[in-house]
């Protein structure tokens, strides 16, 4: 898996070899021009190289604008090396394979070598108390180890998807569809809001118990940006499962930020 200097080192390694080939037939052609010429033609032909050594030093003295830089080096071949990597980064370490096929969010360590998503083991555990990979029976302490180290190394995975949609590379993330690996759970719990946006960004969509959720956890930024931003399957008038919506959560947790958020906040 090409690592993010990797990936750039080969592009540079690619551009400089196709200029410097370039450079070389220019210079090719006005030699041999040179060498067969005499006259009238030898005169042309330096005359050829002399223009071509002057466009190439004009366009070393004369820095490239966004535009032609962006047309030579379309900003799509680095985005989608780099966003591929992010996926399959994302895919190999960092996703329940078994339950949940997404991303972490409270991982927990079985005796059976596995991790499994806290919730998905529970209700697995509640009907049977064996390996749901191995039929092995397990110990009910599984469901109280936690893998803390498995998901702080997720949410930094996590934390760096904010760069690559600031880089410009959203369109690529959706056309890979990392958002069906992807849920609010992780944003929400750390109140991050950079990484909120950033999965809303690439097509990580909603339902109607994520602002109550978000309110619950009582985060405001959290809740404000839900709020403003509504990806798709938000509802403001939305309930959990107990039928609660995001304000009457927020009055009975006695939490007046979020209260106002809900309040004072227009989508």
Same mark, same amino acid.
């Given at each position: ?11 540079a390694? #690619?551009w ?12 090719g052609?006005g ?7 005499k006259g009238k ?8 190289a ?8 004009d ?7 966004k535009?032609?830089?962006?047309a030579?080096a379309p900003a ?5 090396a780099?966003?591929?990597d992010?996926? $399959? ?5 960092? #996703? ?13 360590k ?7 998503e806290?919730?998905?083991?529970q ?5 049977? *108390?064996?390996?749901p ?6 110990? &009910? ?7 803390t $180290?498995?998901r ?12 690559l949609?600031?880089?410009g ?8 569809k ?7 759970? #992780?944003?929400?719990r750390?109140?991050? #809001? &950079?990484?909120?946006? &950033? ?5 990580v969509? &909603?339902?109607?118990g994520t602002?109550? *959720?978000?309110?619950k ?5 959290t809740v !404000?940006?839900?709020?403003r ?5 938000v ?8 039928g609660?919506?995001?304000?009457? !959560?927020a009055?009975r947790?006695?939490?007046?930020d979020?209260m106002?958020?809900?309040l004072?906040?227009n989508?």
């Amino acid at each position: 898996m090409l690592k993010r200097g990797t990936v750039w080192a080969l592009y540079a390694l #690619v551009w400089d070899a196709s200029s410097a080939g370039a450079v070389r037939l220019a210079s090719g052609g006005g030699r041999g021009a040179k060498g067969k010429g005499k006259g009238k033609a030898a005169g042309e032909a330096k005359g050829t190289a002399k223009a071509a050594a002057q466009t190439t030093g004009d366009a070393k003295a004369k820095p490239k604008t966004k535009a032609e830089a962006g047309a030579e080096a379309p900003a799509a071949i680095h985005c989608g090396a780099l966003a591929k990597d992010w996926k $399959d980064t994302l895919e190999d370490n960092f #996703v329940d394979k078994v339950f949940t096929h997404v991303a972490f969010d409270r991982p927990l360590k079985a005796s059976d070598g596995q991790s499994y998503e806290s919730f998905a083991l529970q209700k697995w555990f509640s009907r049977n *108390q064996t390996s749901p990979v191995t039929r092995q029976p397990l110990p &009910a302490t599984d469901l109280l180890n936690e893998n803390t $180290d498995l998901r702080a190394r997720t949410e930094e995975h996590l934390r760096r998807l904010p760069a690559l949609v600031e880089a410009g590379c959203a369109a690529e993330l959706q056309n890979l569809k990392v958002a069906t690996s992807l849920t609010l759970a #992780v944003p929400l719990r750390l109140g991050d #809001v &950079a990484m909120l946006r &950033a999965f809303v960004a690439v097509g990580v969509g &909603a339902d109607s118990g994520t602002l109550p *959720q978000a309110a619950k956890l009582g985060n405001t930024a959290t809740v !404000i940006a839900l709020f403003r931003e509504m990806p798709p399957g938000v509802d403001v008038n939305g309930v959990d499962a107990d039928g609660r919506t995001a304000l009457h !959560i927020a009055a009975r947790m006695g939490n007046t930020d979020v209260m106002n958020a809900l309040l004072n906040a227009n989508p």
